[in-house]
């Protein structure tokens, strides 16, 4: 008789695969935070033409047109999973404009949270969460944003948040 082959060995391949795949988003991610690029425009300056011999990397054309093709399509799907981990996680940023010189930094989404900081008109803060109840305050309709500055985190009116690209 022969033996039966373990289904044990092909989940420890899709494991090593699915280590890999997120290794190699690891790497894009802390390649693009390095240098200070989107994460297409770091996979897209890995990917730069190189010259060799009057050959690009010794590809024929055919050969690169299919590598730009797929290097592409990967870089605008890696591009939609960093959007939407951004959204996930809550790694969006926003600029305050407020009338004033600071917006107050609360301790709870609430006006009778209290303050715990001050953030200045014209700060880049980094989104973390919304509230999830609509409020009223001063007579608008919105909801509180759970935002990171220097190191802090506190609730903030989000109406006086507008989101980067």
Known sequence: MGRRRSRKGGSRWWTWLSFLLFLMVIILLGGSLIKKQTPAQFLASVFKKQRDGGHYAGL??????????????????????????????????????????????????????AVIGRIPNGSVVIV??????????????????????????????????????
């Open 128 to 165: 973390l969460d919304y509230d999830d109840a609509t409020s009223k305050v001063g007579g608008e309709t919105g909801r509180w944003t759970l935002v990171e500055f220097g190191g802090d985190r506190g609730w903030v009116w989000g109406n006086y948040l507008q989101e980067r690209e």
């Open 60 to 113: 024929s054309k055919s050969q690169l047109k299919n590598l730009l093709v797929l290097r592409d399509s990967t870089i605008a799907s890696l591009q939609e999973e960093v959007d939407a981990a951004r959204k996930r996680f809550g790694l969006g940023l926003a600029t305050v404009l407020v009338d004033s010189e600071t917006l107050n930094m609360r301790s709870e989404p609430s006006t009778t949270g």
